[in-house]
């Protein structure tokens, strides 16, 4: 009998790890990708990651391969959408050729077709697609795969440089976030050496092995390449998570330094500073609105954002009498995170089926997720108030690049959770 | 320079996947569940569209029936690409019926499934006689051997043949048939109300927006009208109404759509005669006429004189260019030049320059004349987004559309896009 948990897939909304693949290789400056694989999956992709980042529409193309493919093999298509990429002097720095799922089952050797194409530029292969999970095995399937074929020689580490790991502008908000996590460990006294898949350019990736330790955000993502990274290099890591809050933050800072030391009086003043004006203002906003709370909050998001995010709302920001958490990974037994603020922390695909009762019950709730979950109480009209902390999100602009997280995402955070809560007490009203 | 659209059009066969077709084929048919015979992140894309349908449903102020039925997915990975997945589609089954008790069982079949060699078909007749309840599945896998379309058709077609069953006649009553936005999209509602004028109910919108239950009964319409234009699916819906009249005496018009102000008066008055209400349909056909009187009134002292250029990247079957020509001459507008983007193989290039040329005599001009026009025009007239600022775009929408509405809400884009006085320029959907 199959150990699969099958439910519904109303509640749960992920891409496939052929998108999270492209996510990583499109996190790196002047990288392209090249899809293995139906304009429709290639297509859905570019969709997701256009939401993250404008101009990757310029940096990724298809194959298109047809019926004939799965007998003949695809390397006509591969050779002839490589020859138009040149024509049209496509010329990265970094290119991913990816299979989808039904075309990773062909066997086509990848590389040895690539070969042929005698192109300038580095490339990297990997089967991808829905049979190796969601979008972050994809991501991390990808950056495994890049540090596999690359190769990169050991180089002396540098004392005092981190790498970042596990970021990625396609989460909602993932580019503010991954600044001002920069911008964090910068001000406590860290050189952050790379940040793969978020910013770091092919040069800068070669540089990996210099790290004198590697940090994962967000585990989901990042720990396999920390892993490989350690393997291959003996660079140690650490799985500090997210920093959310202002006292979250200051205690995800104090657990880097438990294990390589910084200097947190910058930070801390910054820190103290940030809480006494908060304080004014949410004591100015409780005169008329009454303090903030809601009968139920309900937090849905990629692991590491639920568990570290759900913790901080709790501790900082929301009086509420239940919580529930709803992860769409397991980061709890991959990598040790968990909420501990929550009365219930349930993951997707072993969960769904409660997870979907909660969502169709909230009334008078917060619900920190994204437009999936909103679409489903939306529909049945219920009085929720909604704010967006993933992908994907059709009912919010989000223009001006501030982060979620660390000191600056704190306010940012509290500002957005008041004007939920004051926007659900006008509805009520009506 | 010359003119670009902003993401890659360039199609070979394989641009859609059959599994969503089947999908939209029984969406909101309550009493049914559908499975995916797919990897998980198949049916995500699924539940993609629907939270795009649910919001744009949202976002122009319409109230529709948004539940959908239960999606699951088989969750297909690298063991079953291995050992095959027809014990783990059987056992899925199982769970559906034990969970949802549905009264019928729709199988979706993936390229996996395709290149793995399932053998759907026996499985779901195995299913079918330990359970007794039907089970249907169709012979197309992802976007192997059909597309999008195939998926749709196939699974009414068998829908139909299954389910259907003859009736006694109820007088003024139609059947849709077809989903262009379903119910709650502009098509389904113009025709609708157009309908209702003349004294013709409907009664269901097949395949997709009625329960399982209503299936039956449904041939108890006097007549069927198909939503849809002179491209590729309405072929599809003209078979499967041709076997409706064959078998179940339900009669329809022939190649016949309200699209465009010419066709939507024709098609009224087919209506009449489909129904045996000339007399009220020549009074709606006037009331109309008046309607597209005043839009023009309204409009084109702004619009008369004002230059466009028409940019084209669809192949024939999935647009026709004669009706936005027609409104382009309505609203008195000098289309500077038709120029066709780079998403055309030779042949359908040629299939679309004769369509443009047995309708108009404007000039077809090449992607470099095409880009500077584009620059000097009052607005551009657009399938695909293009590339390039200060492009006052307006994109040509992907479904057709239905009735004077349709022209009428066209005007008011094109009215409104010569009102802006923002020289950042941008596209607009209508």
Partial sequence: MSETTWQDTCSRNDTCGLTGAAAFFCGIPRSEVLVNGPLWCYYYALRHLEHGQSGVAQRMAVSQPDNN???????????????????????????????????????????????????????????????DGGFAEGYAKASVALLRQSRWPKLPVRRGTVNVLGLTPFYYNGAADADEIVRLLTAAGYEV??????????????????????????????????????????????????????????????RIGQVLPGQMDAVRREGNAARDELAVWENELSLNWGALWFDEIFVAAPGTTAVCLADAVRTEWIDTGRMTVYCQNDVTTTAGLTSHEADAVL???????????????????????????????????????????????????LLIRQPFCGLRGAAFMAQRLWNAYIGLKLADGK | MELKAKRFIGKNKSCSCSMTGVWRAVTYCRGVVAVFHSPRACAHIARTMDVNSAFSTRAEGRRGKTETIPLVSVQLSERESIFGGVDK????????VDTY???????????????????????????????????????TFGFLDGEYYEGYLEMATKLMDRFFRPCQKEPGTAMLLGDSGGPWGSYAREVTQILERIGIRVIGQFPGFMPFRELPDLPRAQAAIILGGRRKP??????????????????????????????????????????????????????????????????????????????????LRYFQPDTILETTSLLGLHVTGISLLDGYTPAEREKMEQAVRSCTTLPLVDRETGARLAGEADIVLTTHEIQ????????????????????????????RTLCSRQARGGIRYV
């Avoid at chain 1, 393997?231 to 205690?251: F, H, I, K, N, S």
């Avoid at chain 1, 409660?354 to 920190?368: E, F, M, S, V, Y």
Wanted: charged fraction near 25%; proline fraction near 5%.
């Fill in chain 1, 69 to 131: 493919a799965i007998v003949f093999g695809t390397e006509k298509f591969l050779l002839e959408t490589l020859d138009r990429l040149q024509r049209e002097e496509h010329r990265p720095d970094l290119m991913l050729v990816e299979n989808s799922c039904a075309l990773s089952l062909i066997g086509d050797d990848l590389q040895g077709i690539v070969r042929k194409a005698g192109l300038p530029f580095p490339i990297v292969t990997m089967d991808s697609g829905g049979l």
């Fill in chain 1, 193 to 254: 050496n790379a940040v793969p898949g978020c910013g770091s350019d092919v040069a800068a990736l070669a540089k990996l092995p210099q790290a004198e330790y590697n940090l994962v955000v967000q585990p989901e993502l990042g720990l396999p390449l920390a892993k490989a990274l350690e393997e291959a290099y003996g660079t140690p890591y650490t799985v500090p998570g997210m920093p959310y809050g202002l006292d979250g933050t200051l205690a995800w800072l104090d």
């Fill in chain 1, 347 to 397: 993951t997707a695909g072993k969960d769904s089926g409660q997870a979907a009762r909660i969502l169709r019950g909230l009334h008078g709730a917060l619900l920190l997720a994204s437009s999936n979950e909103s679409a489903f109480v939306q529909r049945d009209r219920q009085a929720v108030a909604v704010r967006n902390i993933a992908v994907p999100v059709k009912d919010e602009a």
């Fill in chain 2, 89 to 96: 589609l059987q056992q899925c089954l199982a769970y559906v």
């Fill in chain 2, 101 to 139: 008790h549905p009264e019928c069982i729709v199988i979706a079949n993936s390229c996996v499934a395709g290149v793995i060699g399932d053998d759907v078909e026996s499985a779901a007749r195995k299913v079918e006689t330990a359970y007794g309840i039907p089970v249907l599945t169709v012979g």
């Fill in chain 2, 234 to 315: 309405a072929d599809g819906l003209q078979r499967l109404a041709a076997t409706l009249e064959e078998r179940f005496d339900v009669p329809f018009v022939r190649d016949s759509y309200p699209i465009g102000a010419a066709g939507t008066f024709r098609w009224i008055r087919d209506m009449g005669r489909l129904f045996g209400k000339e007399a009220a349909a020549r009074d709606v056909e006037a009331a109309e006429r008046e309607r597209l009187h005043r839009a023009l009134e309204r409009y084109r002292p702004s619009t008369e004189g004002k230059t466009a250029v028409l940019c084209l990247g669809r192949w």
């Fill in chain 2, 388 to 415: 390039g600022r200060g492009l006052r775009q307006i994109f040509l929408p992907m479904l057709p559309q239905a009735g004077i509405g349709a022209m009428v809400r066209m005007m008011e884009a094109i009215y």
